[in-house]
């Protein structure tokens, strides 16, 4: 993701023997040398954790990271990998983190990202896909901890400019200025989403203006899964439990302020996007690492043993 990453090692039976834990790899945020660099730290200290030797080559790489939807970013991380470390894995296999999420828990659904960045992706069980966002925060990541940062200090900012006025108190700040070189010269995406937290604790606390901003991001997420709705294949939508939906990121912990706007936003909009008659929603009990190596195995015409159910945690569900 655009703030932590993870990689496991498993075995042929599935089991995990190793992980390890580092900052973000977005190739878009750190570039495609770094996000390389810090693959390969990954790997390292993993195949310690596992108490493998450096020298010991990976059957195949799995890869889920975010900012590497268009191909020639997978094959241009993926060469270099291969030219710059030879011996880290006989073959690789990469693709967003979207891809990944999903397919630790759920072999078809609807993925939705909330974390520093958002995105909603469906895969259907033919293979099919549609998406909605992932742009980045320039031109999208609505309903993230970035957007939901940003929209508190724009807020701000607009009412002490007499630009647009809040409805709700917007506090006292000692010097606007302050805060202006965290969106110019430090400007840091993951830095900016973390200001999300503190939000979601004054906004638990009853603070008029964080519930709406969370509220209006609850309804932006919905809007993601609406925006899919008409391209979800029949099987899914009449499964029993209704439309798997996998929600990733931080920003899910703060599920009961975001309910509202969510419910709202999932069923309030055309009749064409109203398809959707039951959901479940679900977060992952186990890194999305386990989906990349599932689908890198998976790529190479091979399963491996994993119970996926065991992966989720369904923690609402709801029938229209």
């Not at 039976?13 to 996000?35: A, F, V």
Request: aromatic residues 10%.
């Amino acid at each position: 993701g655009g703030s932590t990453s993870n990689m496991i090692i498993m075995d042929s039976t599935g089991q995990i023997i190793g992980r390890s834990y580092g900052t973000g790899t977005n190739p878009w945020l750190i570039g495609r040398d770094e996000c390389v660099n810090k693959i390969k730290q990954l790997s390292d200290e993993c195949k310690q954790k596992a108490g493998l030797s450096q020298d010991q080559q990976l059957q195949i790489l799995g890869m889920s990271i975010s900012g590497t939807e268009s191909q020639s970013t997978q094959d241009e991380i993926m060469g270099k990998l291969h030219d710059r470390f030879p011996n880290l894995s006989k073959s690789y296999y990469m693709c967003n983190d979207t891809f990944g999420s999903l397919a630790t828990g759920f072999e078809a659904g609807i993925v939705l990202i909330s974390g520093t960045g958002s995105n909603c992706l469906l895969i259907n069980s033919d293979g099919s896909t549609r998406n909605c966002g992932g742009w980045g925060h320039e031109l999208g990541d609505h309903g993230s901890g970035f957007w939901i940062a940003r929209k508190a200090i724009t807020t701000v900012y607009y009412h002490w400019d007499n630009f647009e006025l809040s409805e709700h108190d917007i506090g006292k700040v000692d010097d606007k200025n302050d805060i202006l070189p965290y969106f110019y010269t430090k400007f840091e995406k993951g830095f900016v989403a973390k200001f999300c937290t503190l939000l979601a604790n004054v906004a638990n606390d009853g603070d008029a203006l964080a519930c709406a901003i969370f509220r209006e991001a609850g309804y932006s997420l919905g809007r993601h899964v609406a925006a899919v709705s008409p391209f979800i294949e029949k099987p899914l939508l009449e499964q029993d439990n209704g439309v798997a939906i996998l929600c990733v990121g931080s920003v899910w912990n703060s599920w009961n302020l975001l309910r509202a706007g969510f419910m709202q936003g999932i069923h309030s909009t055309t009749e064409s996007q109203k398809l959707i008659t039951g959901f479940q929603l679900a977060t992952l009990k186990e890194s999305c690492a386990v989906g990349a190596a599932i689908l890198a195995v998976k790529d190479k015409k091979d399963k491996l043993p994993v119970d996926c159910s065991k992966n989720v945690d369904i923690f609402f569900k709801h029938t229209f």
